[in-house]
C-alpha cells in the first residue's frame, strides 16, 4: 500500500504524552515510520492524507477477552442462573452448524473494527475465529479450547486438542495471527486434562488462558465438592475434585500457573491468589459487566495492580453483553480501582497489549504496527492528557471514525449530517 500521513485535532500515543495537532506516518509495511505534531511528520510523494481535526488519533483497543464465534447468540441466551446460562450456550453452540461459526466468527471481527478493536484475545473451540482473522487480515490471539470433566476423557480430548493446534497452525496462524490453548474452567475440565494442557504449552511456546474464580459456583466446586457443578458431576459420573483453598491455588497445584496463563476474570480471588499470579508471571483479563451480569460480583483490580499483575480489559461474549464496547467495561474497571482516566486509557491500550505478551501494539511509536483509530470527541479546553482522556472515555462507538489494522483501513464511520467523516486525498487506504 502507499504511504499514509494521518492527522488529527489530538495525537493520544499513550506511551508519551499527547500532541496537540499530531499525524503519524505510516510505511508501505503497515508499521508507524513517524509520530509527532502535523508539521513535522513527513508527507512522502504519492502518499495517502487523511485528517481528523475534531477527533483523537491513540492506538487500536486491545480486547483482552472475546468469545467471537458466539457473536450470533447475541440476546439468545437470558438465563439468570450461572449453571443454566452455561447449559444454555452449550445447547445453542451444538445446535449451529459449521458455516453459521464462521459467518458469526466474521462478523464478531468486523464487530470488533467497529468498536476501535484491533486485537483481540479470543476463545473458542470451533476454530472459526482464528480463519475468520486469518481471512479477514485481522489482529489477536486465539486459544483453542478444550473441555472434558471426567480423568478417563483425557487422553481423547488431549489428541484432538494436539490436532486442531497443528491443522490450525497450518491454516491460520502468521505474525498477526497467534494460536494458544485454553483449557476451559475447572468445572469443565479435570485435573489430569489441565495438567497435560499446561504441559504441553510450556514445551510448545503456546499461549494459555483459563476461566478460573469466575464463579461463587466455581468456588463452590473446588473449595467444597458443592454446588450446582458438583451436583452434575455426580449425576454423569464424574469423580470429586480434588479441593483446595481456591480455584486459583487449586490451578496452582495442577501445575497451570507454571504456564503463566492468562487468567480470565479472576473475580472470586483473594491477595493470596494475587500473590500466586504475580509470581508466576501470570496476567488477568478483567470482564466486569459480564461478571455483573452473571450476579459474580467484582474483580479485586486493586489487589491485581498493587500486585504488578498485568491486567487488561476484555468484554466477554454477546451472549454475556449486549456489545464489544470496550469503553463500557473500562469505565467499570476504573470505579472499581478510582483509576484516572489516561489510567484507564492505558488499560484499554498497552496494558492489555502487555498482558497478551505483544510488544508490538498498544501504542503509538515509531516502528509498531499502525494499528490505530480516531475517535471523534467533544470540544473542551483542557487539553492535557487528563482532559483528552476524560473525553475519550465519554465516547461511544458511534464516534470511532476509523479503525486501522497494520496501517490498513477496517472501519470507517458513515457520513454525518451531509460530512464526510475525513478529510482526505487520493482515495482510501489500500
Not at 503463566?260 to 508466576?280: F, G, K, R, T, W
Not at 474483580?299 to 504488578?308: K, N
Request: charged share 20%.
Amino acid at each position: 500500500m502507499n504511504p499514509t500521513h494521518i492527522s488529527a485535532g489530538f495525537l493520544y500515543p499513550v506511551s508519551s504524552p499527547a500532541i496537540v495537532d499530531g499525524a503519524v506516518l505510516i510505511s508501505e509495511d503497515g508499521k508507524i515510520a513517524a509520530v509527532g505534531p502535523d508539521q513535522s511528520v513527513p508527507r512522502p510523494e504519492g502518499v495517502i492524507s487523511m485528517s481528523f481535526p475534531s477527533a483523537v488519533l491513540l492506538p487500536g483497543l486491545v480486547n483482552a477477552h472475546t468469545h467471537l464465534e458466539l457473536t450470533t447468540l447475541g440476546g439468545r441466551c437470558n438465563d439468570r442462573e450461572f449453571f443454566d446460562w452455561i447449559q444454555n450456550v452449550r445447547q445453542s453452540k451444538a445446535e449451529l452448524a459449521p458455516e453459521e461459526f464462521e459467518e458469526s466468527a466474521r462478523c464478531g471481527v468486523r464487530d470488533a473494527w467497529r468498536h476501535g478493536v484491533t486485537t483481540v484475545a479470543d476463545t473458542g473451540d470451533s476454530g472459526a475465529v482464528a480463519r475468520a482473522l486469518a481471512e479477514l487480515r485481522g489482529r489477536g490471539i486465539v486459544y483453542q479450547e478444550v473441555f472434558g470433566p471426567h480423568p478417563l476423557q483425557a487422553d481423547e480430548a488431549f489428541a484432538e486438542l494436539v490436532t486442531t493446534i497443528e491443522r490450525l497452525h497450518a491454516d491460520a496462524a502468521s505474525d498477526d495471527v497467534h494460536i494458544g490453548v485454553s483449557p476451559h474452567a475447572p468445572y469443565s475440565v479435570s485435573g489430569a486434562l489441565f495438567s497435560r494442557v499446561a504441559q504441553f504449552a510450556r514445551n510448545e511456546g503456546l499461549p494459555i488462558a483459563v476461566h478460573v474464580a469466575e464463579s461463587r459456583e466455581e468456588s463452590a466446586l473446588v473449595t467444597g465438592g458443592a454446588g450446582p457443578f458438583a451436583a452434575s458431576w455426580r449425576e454423569r459420573g464424574v469423580p470429586e475434585i480434588s479441593l483446595a483453598r481456591s480455584p486459583v491455588a487449586y490451578l496452582h497445584g495442577l501445575g497451570v500457573l507454571d504456564a503463566s496463563p492468562l487468567a480470565i476474570h479472576a473475580v472470586q480471588a483473594d491477595s493470596d491468589d494475587a500473590e500466586l499470579l504475580a509470581s508466576h508471571g501470570c496476567a488477568v483479563a478483567l470482564c466486569p459487566r459480564s461478571n455483573a451480569r452473571h450476579g459474580h460480583g467484582a474483580a479485586p483490580v486493586t489487589t491485581f495492580l498493587e500486585a504488578e499483575i498485568p491486567c487488561g480489559v476484555g468484554t466477554d461474549s454477546v451472549a454475556s453483553v449486549d456489545s464489544l464496547d470496550l469503553f463500557q467495561d473500562a469505565q467499570r474497571v476504573r470505579r472499581l480501582a478510582g483509576l484516572s482516566a489516561p489510567q484507564t486509557v492505558r488499560l484499554m491500550t498497552l496494558d492489555g497489549a502487555t498482558a497478551l505478551g505483544i510488544g508490538d501494539v498498544g501504542s503509538l511509536e515509531v516502528g509498531k504496527w499502525a494499528d490505530l483509530c480516531a475517535i471523534e470527541i467533544s470540544p473542551g479546553d483542557d487539553v492535557t492528557d487528563e482532559g483528552i482522556a476524560e473525553r475519550l472515555l465519554a465516547r461511544t462507538a458511534r464516534d470511532i471514525l476509523l479503525t486501522c489494522v497494520g496501517g490498513r483501513q477496517v472501519h470507517e464511520a458513515a457520513p454525518v449530517g451531509g460530512r464526510p467523516a475525513a478529510q482526505q486525498n487520493l482515495g482510501e487506504i489500500a
